[in-house]
């Protein structure tokens, strides 16, 4: 089972609520998608790590060849084609590896070459494989990186895969989500956080994902993501609290459930439920 665990920002508590789930587990594998600012690794401390690096191919051009026509220029909507003193300029930082102008060129002036993106590692902590991507700075995308850990981690024979998706709605949470069984919505408590669980809310409908929310930094009082669950008649998976405990835990890149019992007992719950959510939205759909 695939479990992606999405939120509408960083900060809510979507790495915390992965890694807790991950090492609830007997066995299971946990991918941070999030690779522009990975950080379940500084949690998990994985051992024995494999090392691999990601490449797009960009084109490059053959001055000799190249006409000067600029139909590349006019079709890459990135801008990363120009044409300047009788000669073709092509920025790599920006291209988005589409490879629309080598087979627009009439003239064949433009082929392809590899360009590292980044990398992806592998290794373990205890009984969770963790898989880690990793963008260079600078580089416009992190999909083809996610690609690859996705496809990385379906060589795992475990029952539970976590996906660490990135914040946000942009293209790498959904390319994140995109095979997942189910989805996790964190949300905090807050009118902010009320905003930024609609984002992802409207994501996973859009995707015809079954979900269920997370209500994370729980106080006595009103919560407001809570009034928005029951408007909108989203299930609650569980609720965590806002404690000294857990936030010290966190602050100190420590697993509450490998720490704490009573943690270990919440987590076990909340996987019970997904798992339970899960299946139930599986059978229905068959």
Known sequence: MRIAVLSGKGGTGKTLVSINLAAATETSAYIDC???????????KPRNIQEEEVSVRIPKVNDKLCSGCRKCVDFCK???????KDKLIIFEDICHSCGGCILLCPEQALTEKEKVIGKVQKGI????????????????????????LLAEAKLEITKTTLIDCPPGSACTVMESIKDADYCIL???????????????????????????????????????????CLEKGIRILGRIPFDQELGRLNSNAEIAV????????????????????????????S
Do not use: M, W
């Open 186 to 228: 964190v949300a905090e408590p807050t009118l902010f956080g009320v905003h930024n669980l609609n984002i992802v809310y409207e994501l996973v409908k859009l995707f015809n994902k079954p979900f269920g929310v997370v209500l994370n930094k729980c106080l006595d009082g009103e919560d407001l993501s809570e009034k928005f």
């Open 34 to 44: 999030d690779v522009e600012e990975p950080n379940g690794y500084l949690f998990f």
């Open 258 to 285: 490998r720490k704490s019992e009573k943690y270990r007992r919440i987590f076990s719950s909340l996987l019970e439920t997904v798992e339970k959510e899960a299946h139930h939205e599986a059978a229905s759909d």
């Open 78 to 84: 990135f801008n990363a084609l120009a044409y300047i």
């Open 125 to 148: 902590s205890d009984q969770v494989t963790v898989y880690t991507g990793v963008l260079n700075t600078g580089e416009p995308s992190g999909v083809p990186i996610i690609k690859k």
